[in-house]
């Protein structure tokens, strides 16, 4: 099937200017000057993108798309994400993970869950393991799953710096990150190792003493969560500073002074001066959001959602906070390199078809994911399996 997307300003994240797309099944096949394009013979759906900005479908590094939580027993367990949710964000590539609850929840059902979100359209990997370390895993290994499932690209999201997490010894952090690595050179994957990060004093200093005693360069790892205080953040800033990326996490407005937005953490790296490029940004959506009393009990409770995900690169397109080339690499382009996510993150010839059409306010006119509408006309028309959407 082929679609030609007219007239159209496209961000590839770079400012091309306006150009005619045409898609050809779940591809790319050609980004050429209005006009240019001539199919005879063939049938063609046109979309007309005058007035609309193209950029590459954002990608979400953090997802419980199986639904995390639990940490309040077991009604408190969140429930899976819908293909819907992630098309009425523009989210067309996810990374899912479980959380604390490595128990009732199991790296295959992440990894079917997976399957069934690619099933219903969008395009979705995973990480092996979940909070604890020794971590849980498909076929024994991190580095057997990361050689042989196809899905799994990396460990994660292992907690440091927490209560909740299995207060790992820097051995035990520096074997998992070593299971990545090798995993990662094996399987042909970047075999990132996505540390969660708590509010505990020792923050990153695992990841500084690595780089300081080992070989493993700091690309091998990212920590996630790290404009949850101001201590933390710091660290972050030092860590890009020494060549790592970080990862921020989109929600609801920050709880108190000692958490930055993911607003305020990007003016501040680029007042710093610190690249971008080693920047992403995920939602964390599905997980719970615990929140806990100064003795560390839970207190309440609410699930994470990537419209908040959605509303921060809007804040920050409106509002010019980053540049239109540099918002697009924070929410889609790094994330595609860093893991290496092969045809992704680009609008390029050859490259998969997510694509986003927004207009001057950042509002979805289209989602396209591997060529496929999700959203079209600003209405949603992807279904899950199971979908109640109307
Ligand atoms: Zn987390």
Same mark, same amino acid.
């Given at each position: 099937m082929f679609q030609l997307i007219s007239q159209a300003r496209i961000f590839s994240p770079k400012d091309t200017g306006v150009k005619d797309i045409l898609i050809a099944d779940e591809k790319i096949a050609a980004v050429e000057e209005p006009?240019?394009?001539?199919?005879?013979?063939?049938? %063609? +759906?046109?979309?007309?993108? !005058?007035?609309?900005?193209?950029?590459?479908?954002?990608?979400?590094?953090?997802?419980?798309?199986?639904?995390?939580? =639990?940490?309040?027993?077991?009604?408190?367990?969140?429930?899976e994400i819908r293909v819907e949710d992630c098309a009425l964000a523009g989210v067309t590539t996810v990374i899912g993970c479980l959380g604390t609850d490595s128990i009732t929840r199991h790296v295959s059902s992440l990894?079917?869950?997976a399957r069934a979100l690619e099933i219903e359209g969008l395009n979705a990997w995973i990480?092996?393991?979940?909070?604890?370390?020794?971590?849980?895993?498909?076929?024994? !290994? %991190?580095?057997?799953?990361?050689v042989l499932i196809d899905k799994i690209i990396g460990a994660g999201e292992i907690a440091l710096s927490d209560h909740r997490s299995s207060q790992p010894t820097y051995e035990e952090f520096l074997q998992l990150v070593a299971e990545c690595r090798v995993g990662g050179m094996l399987g042909g994957k970047a075999g990132i190792a996505h540390f969660h990060l708590g509010d505990g004093n020792r923050g990153l200093d695992y990841l500084f003493r690595m780089i300081k005693e080992t070989e493993i360069p700091a690309t091998q790892v990212i920590p996630t969560h790290t404009s949850r205080n101001r201590t933390l953040f710091k660290q972050a800033m030092e860590w890009i500073k020494l060549g790592g990326f970080i990862d921020l996490t989109t929600g609801p407005e920050p709880q108190g002074a000692e958490e930055l937005s993911v607003v305020e953490a990007l003016n501040q790296i680029k007042a710093a001066n610190l690249p971008l490029s080693r920047v992403t940004v995920s939602s964390d959506s599905n997980g /719970?959001?615990?929140?806990?009393?100064?003795?560390?009990?839970?207190? =309440?409770?609410?699930?994470?959602?990537?419209?908040?995900?959605?509303?921060?690169?809007?804040?920050?397109?409106?509002?010019?906070?980053? !540049?239109?080339?540099?918002?697009?690499?924070? *929410? /889609?382009?790094?994330?595609?390199? *860093?893991?290496?996510?092969?045809? +992704?993150?680009? %609008?390029?010839?050859?490259?998969?078809?997510?694509?986003?059409?927004?207009?001057?306010?950042?509002?979805?006119?289209?989602?396209? /994911?591997?060529?496929?509408?999700?959203?079209?006309?600003?209405?949603? +028309?992807?279904?899950?399996?199971? !979908?109640?959407?109307?």
């Open positions: 006009g240019k394009i001539k199919i005879e013979g063939l049938e %063609v +759906k046109k979309i007309d993108g !005058s007035g609309l900005v193209v950029l590459p479908g954002f990608i979400d590094p953090h997802v419980h798309i199986l639904g995390g939580g =639990g940490e309040g027993g077991p009604a408190t367990r969140a429930p990894l079917a869950k990480y092996a393991g979940a909070y604890n370390l020794p971590t849980p895993t498909i076929t024994g !290994s %991190v580095r057997s799953d990361l /719970s959001l615990p929140v806990f009393n100064e003795k560390g009990e839970l207190i =309440g409770l609410t699930v994470a959602n990537q419209r908040d995900f959605l509303r921060t690169f809007q804040q920050i397109w409106r509002e010019h906070i980053l !540049s239109r080339q540099e918002a697009i690499q924070v *929410f /889609s382009t790094n994330a595609a390199g *860093f893991y290496k996510l092969s045809g +992704k993150g680009k %609008v390029e010839t050859g490259f998969e078809a997510d694509l986003l059409l927004i207009n001057e306010a950042a509002e979805l006119q289209y989602v396209f /994911s591997r060529g496929k509408a999700l959203i079209e006309k600003g209405q949603l +028309k992807v279904k899950g399996t199971f !979908s109640t959407i109307q």
